[in-house]
């Protein structure tokens, strides 16, 4: 089963209390492929610029991301900078340099247009359209968006809505898509716009999942320590939509499938922020995240 992932590919500058990190392997679709944990294959669609190192592509490649879809073309890489407070929680945004993302128009190769899996990663609306346009008919899309595309283009996030199966936002998000403040009542209200299927993330207070019968809150892993945060929400809809993949689920699959899944991204989303860029992903061995599922078994079922 293959998962098609359209998304940045970027680099980062990250500042932490303990160190500074200058345009480390980061975006979307990077964090996504990786945690996927090669039970794809991924398939990434992204550009990147003459800028960026043919050895982080490799890396990709190494995890069993295809990265053929990834056109380098003249201009620089996507760049965001940003600097994490004390808490590792709260961060500021120093520069975000678009570079040849700006003119970034996703075509997918038509082998591709097959693809089962579909994840719409943080782009602007108006391109999810375009790649739901080429798709021929995913047996399941997930998408995210983030509180820039809810302000500015609500009416072309809406028509993206109508189309997909999952919808993944953070609480703050959820209450401005809806405009209330039960995330119970955004999550119906959600369903009723498309997405039968809404996860709200929480940070450091875990996700919750309102399912088409049922819903599920799922713990944050306690980590002992925090290197990097970023990335980590694309982290876990890689271990999410990997896991979803492995078991063959579609939009009309069991809810235990889902709720599984739920574990699944949560227990890869965990070994991201122990590493900067994808370093903690790239540590997780199959015995190291069947120690972390088991543990967040044992924090909502003693």
Not at 11 to 23: G, P
Not at 102 to 116: D, G, L, N, T
Not at 232 to 242: H, V
Not at 277 to 302: C, H, N
């Amino acid at each position: 089963m293959s998962i098609l992932v359209v998304g940045s590919v970027a680099y980062d500058t990250v500042e932490t209390a303990r160190e500074k990190r200058e345009r480390q392997l980061g975006g979307s679709a990077s964090y996504f492929a990786v945690a996927a944990r090669g039970r794809g294959p991924v398939r990434c669609v992204g550009v990147v610029g003459a800028d960026f190192r043919a050895e982080d592509l490799e890396l990709l490649s190494r995890q069993g991301a295809d990265t053929t879809g990834i056109v380098r073309t003249d201009g620089k890489s996507f760049h965001w900078s940003g600097r994490y407070h004390a808490d590792m929680i709260e961060r500021d945004t120093l520069a975000t340099e678009l570079g040849v993302f700006a003119e970034f128009q996703p075509e997918i190769p038509p082998a591709w247009r097959s693809s089962e899996y579909l994840f719409l990663a943080n782009i602007h609306p108006a391109l999810q359209l375009h790649v739901l346009d080429q798709m021929d008919g995913p047996q399941l899309v997930a998408l995210d968006t983030m509180n820039l595309w809810i302000e500015t283009t609500p009416e072309k996030l809406h028509e993206v809505l109508a189309r997909v199966d999952i919808l993944l936002v953070n609480d703050g998000e959820a209450r401005q898509l809806t405009g209330l403040r039960s995330l119970a009542r955004a999550a119906e209200a959600i369903a009723r716009m498309g997405p039968k299927r809404v996860i709200i993330k929480k940070g450091e207070h875990g996700a919750l999942y309102f399912g088409v019968d049922s819903v599920l809150a799922v713990p944050a892993l306690i980590l002992d320590d925090v290197v990097d945060p970023t990335g980590a929400g694309d982290s876990f809809a890689g271990g999410f939509m990997g896991a979803l993949a492995a078991a063959g689920a579609d939009r009309n699959s069991k809810e235990a499938v889902f709720r599984q899944a739920m574990l699944d991204g949560t227990a890869t989303a965990s070994f991201c922020p122990e590493g900067f860029s994808v370093e903690g992903l790239l540590a997780m061995t199959d015995e190291s995240y069947a120690r972390r599922l088991q543990a967040l078994r044992g924090m909502m079922i003693p």
